[in-house]
């Protein structure tokens, strides 16, 4: 594993099952930190009019999900210290084979090319904080099967994968840092724009 990948830390699981809440407390932290392609994607592409949207062009929506998660490894690059990201690049892939979709020979290279630390925290389902909203209209079935897709394919990638507690989100951020605090310190670092 690269110094630059041991800096990137994915944090991935189904809708609803808390990642966000973690990682804006580790912004909180002080951590540098990727925001959800999906949800932001969803946001633009209505406020536009457009239709790269999940239930329009799901494979239009997956190639800017990949075009976010590039530059968001990009950005990560520039900054100092440990940047916790909310979901990766096989996010992509597990989407679109959770929609049945091919999985285009560029975006298995991005996957392999484009890495990140090795441990990838997996937030479980969790039905008692589950819910929708505008951008989150999966039912808690479709994201107990997302979760499942996330960790067949990061496991498919190599990835070393830790289940987070269903605990409070203090509890959540002290566990992510302990498991992280083995080799090499883990440094805070300034917010991403």
Excluded at 61 to 81: K, N, V
Excluded at 113 to 124: D, G, I, S, W
Excluded at 171 to 178: D, I, P, S, T, Y
């Amino acid at each position: 594993m690269s110094e630059d990948a041991r800096r990137l830390v994915v944090v991935t699981g189904g809708p609803g099952s808390g990642k966000s809440t973690l990682i804006d407390a580790l912004a909180r932290e002080g951590y540098a930190h990727s925001v959800e392609a999906g949800r932001a994607i969803i946001q633009d592409q209505t406020a536009i009019g457009g239709p790269a949207l999940p239930w329009i062009d799901p494979s239009a929506f997956a190639e800017l999900m990949l075009c976010w998660e590039l530059r968001s490894l990009r950005l990560a690059r520039e900054q100092a210290g440990t940047v916790f990201f909310d979901r990766g690049i096989p996010d992509v892939i597990g989407y679109l084979r959770l929609m049945k979709r091919p999985v285009p020979a560029h975006l298995e290279t991005a996957a392999r090319r484009f890495r990140y630390h090795r441990t990838v925290f997996v937030a479980p389902p969790w039905p008692e904080i589950f819910g929708t909203d505008t951008e989150r209209r999966q039912t808690l079935a479709e994201a107990v099967a997302t979760h499942d897709a996330m960790v067949e394919t990061y496991g498919g990638l190599g990835y070393e994968l830790v289940t987070l507690p269903k605990a409070p989100v203090a509890e959540r951020l002290r566990f992510v840092l302990e498991q992280l605090g083995g080799p090499g310190p883990i440094t805070p670092a300034p917010l991403t724009p």
